[in-house]
């Protein structure tokens, strides 16, 4: 399962480093146990900072920075090992902070709450997504994709198993349920494996129908961006920046159909061609990719 290390607006990613314990206690040291989330700490002021989250528990831990008034989340270090301690940076800004500890099968626990003087900004804060915020989405994709399998059944006439392969998977479908953290994943998963396996022609097999396929996932990717935008529009600034790459992506592809409805083969492009596409996807891919950590959904 792909996991993010989620800090503001995630314009910081920050990865968790296991280490061994050892030395005398920093300032900057912050540990973390079953007894309580981290001690009160101090800052002279706003500005970068590096705090080392030290796990003292016996079990796992997943540990955010939060505002905690409303839970908005500054920056996370999650998985982190019994007896080992990973790095949290960000841009402490004015204002309050507590850290928010969750231990394999414990409730949330939150630390002292931390007050940074002055009158900066510093990394923003996003308000998490629980798994509630995610039911509704996940049924809306889950019927979406069962019109599409009755739409697919009617079009494959020319094709029998795959006519009967879609009709066990459209009677199956109803009976299947969408892990929630999916729905993030998937927004850029569709269009990695479009870059992956249509783009460069991996899949095309003679058939010249792998920009077609491209098309199908760059609607795929604009479904679930379409059903999760009242969650993304909040906590994602990124947003507007993945629609307009979206959009020259699909005119680029769109200027490839001819006339009569086919397609030019990925072959058949010119290197120019090709790259501009390459780019405007891979584009696309960086400013998704964020997605996935924002719509984690997450205990609070």
Known sequence: MRRAVLTAALAVSTGVIAACSGGAPSPDRISVSNGGCGSSWQRAGPGWHTFQIHNAAAENADVDL???GNGAIFAEVEALGPGTTGPMRLNVGSGSYA????FEDSEATTGPTVVVGGHAR???AILPVTRNDLLAPARQYHDWVAAGLTTLAGQAGVANKLVADIRGLRASWPDLQ???IDMGLRTHEILENALQFQLSGHDDYG???TLATTQANIDGT???LTILRPLLAPRYAGLPAVDSWLDRLQSLIG???RPNGTWVSVSALSTSQRQQIDAACS???EVLAPIAAIAEPRRT
């Not at 850290?99 to 969750?102: E, M």
């Open 66 to 68: 939060v505002n905690p």
């Open 99 to 102: 850290f928010l500890c969750l």
């Open 122 to 124: 510093g990394t923003p």
């Open 178 to 180: 969408i892990d929630l």
């Open 207 to 209: 058939s010249g129908s």
């Open 222 to 224: 604009r479904e679930l």
């Open 255 to 257: 200027k490839e159909r």
């Open 283 to 285: 584009q696309a891919l």
